[in-house]
């Protein structure tokens, strides 16, 4: 089994869709083990993004992510991490595959409803990075 980290976005929690993205992630198969509201502070968004620091989108990412409260998520599963990159879809919902929570709900590139962990060493440290490990339940 393995663990990824799925972010619920500004844009679905303000629209109050995250019972839908919750059943499209429970019916690809991931069992959410961990959950809770929180709004992220600009440091906290700034720590989480670093590797996108650089980019010309990062101002406005941390902006966005710290826009209104946002839910986080341990999802389970076989292969949790690429399952669940899966069903979301890409990054622009407009290339997204029909089906996918992107595809479904994203508003634009940057709105796009979720994040997930891309690969197993990021799960573990963003996991690590909102959840204690007694916050976590199998
Ligand atoms: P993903 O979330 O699919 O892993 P990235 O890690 O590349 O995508 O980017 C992180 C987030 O930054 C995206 O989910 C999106 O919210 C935002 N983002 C990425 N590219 C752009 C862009 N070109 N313009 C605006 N926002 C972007
Ligand atoms: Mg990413």
Do not use: C, W
């Amino acid at each position: 089994m393995e663990r990824t980290l799925s972010i619920i976005k500004p844009d679905a929690v303000e629209r109050n869709i995250t019972g839908k993205v919750n059943s499209m992630i429970e019916d690809a198969g991931l069992r959410i083990i961990a959950q809770k509201r929180i709004h992220m502070t600009a440091a906290q968004a700034e720590e989480f993004y670093a590797e996108h620091k650089d980019k010309a989108f990062f101002t406005s990412l941390v902006d966005f992510m710290t826009s209104a409260p946002v839910v986080v998520q341990v999802l389970e599963a076989e292969d949790a991490v690429a399952r669940y990159r899966k069903i979301m879809g890409a990054t622009n919902p407009a290339v997204a595959e029909e089906g996918t929570i992107r595809k479904t709900f994203a508003l634009s590139i940057d709105k796009n409803t979720v994040h997930g962990s891309d690969s197993p060493e990021s799960a573990k440290r963003e996991v690590s990075f909102f959840f204690s490990e007694i916050e976590i339940f199998e």
